[in-house]
C-alpha cells in the first residue's frame, strides 16, 4: 500500500510500506494492506512503518490520517525532530 506522511511545510514520507502504525487518540492502531476505509484523528506519538523490509519512525506533533483504497495519507501538525 502507499503512505504519504505530508505537514503544512513539506512531503516527509511518500512511498510504498507493508504496515504503519500510527498513535490514535484512543491509542495505537495498524493499518495493513486491504484495510477497509478509515478516517482519524491522531495525536502526538511515534508512526512507525515498515518499507522494504526495514522498519522507520517518525514522531508527529497530531495530525489526522485517511485510508482509501490502500492508499494511506497522514496530514500531521509538525514533526518532532
Given at each position: 500500500?502507499?503512505?504519504?506522511?505530508?505537514?503544512?511545510?513539506?512531503?516527509?514520507?511518500?512511498?510504498?510500506?507493508?504496515?504503519?502504525?500510527?498513535?490514535?487518540?484512543?491509542?495505537?492502531?495498524?493499518?495493513?494492506?486491504?484495510?477497509a476505509?478509515?478516517m482519524?484523528?491522531?495525536?502526538?506519538?511515534?508512526?512507525?512503518?515498515?518499507?522494504?523490509?526495514?522498519?522507520?519512525?517518525?514522531?508527529?506533533?497530531?495530525?489526522?490520517?485517511?485510508?482509501?483504497?490502500?492508499?494511506?495519507?497522514?496530514?500531521?501538525?509538525?514533526?518532532?525532530?
Open positions: 500500500m502507499r503512505l504519504e506522511i505530508l505537514t503544512p511545510e513539506t512531503k516527509v514520507f511518500d512511498g510504498e510500506v507493508s504496515s504503519v502504525t500510527f498513535p490514535g487518540v484512543d491509542g495505537l492502531f495498524q493499518v495493513l494492506n486491504g484495510h476505509p478509515l482519524s484523528l491522531l495525536r502526538g506519538g511515534t508512526v512507525e512503518y515498515r518499507a522494504g523490509g526495514a522498519l522507520s519512525q517518525v514522531k508527529i506533533t497530531g495530525g489526522v490520517v485517511e485510508v482509501i483504497k490502500n492508499n494511506v495519507t497522514l496530514l500531521a501538525d509538525g514533526i518532532q525532530r
